[in-house]
């Protein structure tokens, strides 16, 4: 794999203050303290396919009168057709990114365990699991 910095037609790649070089999606590589689920025996390290660019627009408006309080702000997700099949093409990416380090020359064994539509049950094929 080749990082480019500069496209066919010059430019440049690498500044992220670019709204063009903002990809649609990121993985977000969490450390294990945000598992709410303890597999004694093992490492784990959950991946986060997230929406960077979202299509769906919101709004934010005044709560009340008062100066000092919250605004109400509303951010749906999911309501951009857009968004949906990006937001599937990054769990599939991630999906892809474990499959890739599972046949890489990576020293330590790694298993997808947990994925969307999966419950709890499907941590149980690693043995005891302690409950939260």
Known sequence: MEVKDHDDVGHYLLDSSLPRNVSDIEIMLMPTVSVEIEVPGHKVMPVYPTLAQSHGSGRVELASMDALAQPQITYPLFTQEHDIKTARLAVRFAMRLV????????????KLLFVSGQGRSALYSLGEVCAP
């Open 99 to 110: 499959e890739r380090i599972q046949h890489s020359d990576y020293p330590y064994p790694v």
